[in-house]
């Protein structure tokens, strides 16, 4: 093997283990629950929390900055552009697969009345705001 190819393959093999890495700890960082600024919320909003509280902190984390069950909502991938409020009510009447996150299946969740989802989507969207996700 000629010195320059030598050197050409320690290199990738450098670059490779460096990418491999930064992905695991990627990673384990989007797997942690992030720290999460709760803003003076709403009324909407705050009866959007008690709900979300009920429902869906079990699953998604106190103040929805996520948990070993469930991904934080309070993060970049559910941006209104990315994923808009239909998104939310659509995930909770249907289910959803897992297409973002290692967590599973997110079943349907049939017994949250439209109300309660609502006021949940604007807590999280408040939330999202003052987290800097718009």
């Not at 460096?18 to 797997?31: C, E, N, P, V």
């Not at 079990?58 to 994923?83: F, M, N």
């Not at 290692?102 to 807590?123: S, V």
């Amino acid at each position: 093997m000629t010195p320059g190819r030598a050197r050409a393959l320690a290199w990738a093999a450098g670059l490779v283990a460096a990418l491999a890495i930064l992905a695991l700890w990627f990673g384990s960082r989007a797997q942690r629950p992030r720290e999460v600024v709760v803003p003076e919320l709403s009324v909407v909003a705050q009866a959007g929390k008690e709900a979300f509280d009920r429902s869906c902190a079990q699953c998604h984390g106190q103040d929805a900055r996520g948990s070993a069950q469930g991904p934080p909502l309070v993060h970049p991938v559910y941006e209104p552009g990315h994923h808009a409020d239909i998104a939310f009510d659509l995930a909770v009447r249907r289910g959803v697969r897992a297409h973002h996150w290692r967590f599973g299946d997110m079943p349907a969740q049939p017994a949250l009345p439209p109300e309660e989802l609502a006021q949940i989507t604007r807590y999280v969207r408040e939330l999202q705001q003052a987290n800097g996700i718009y």
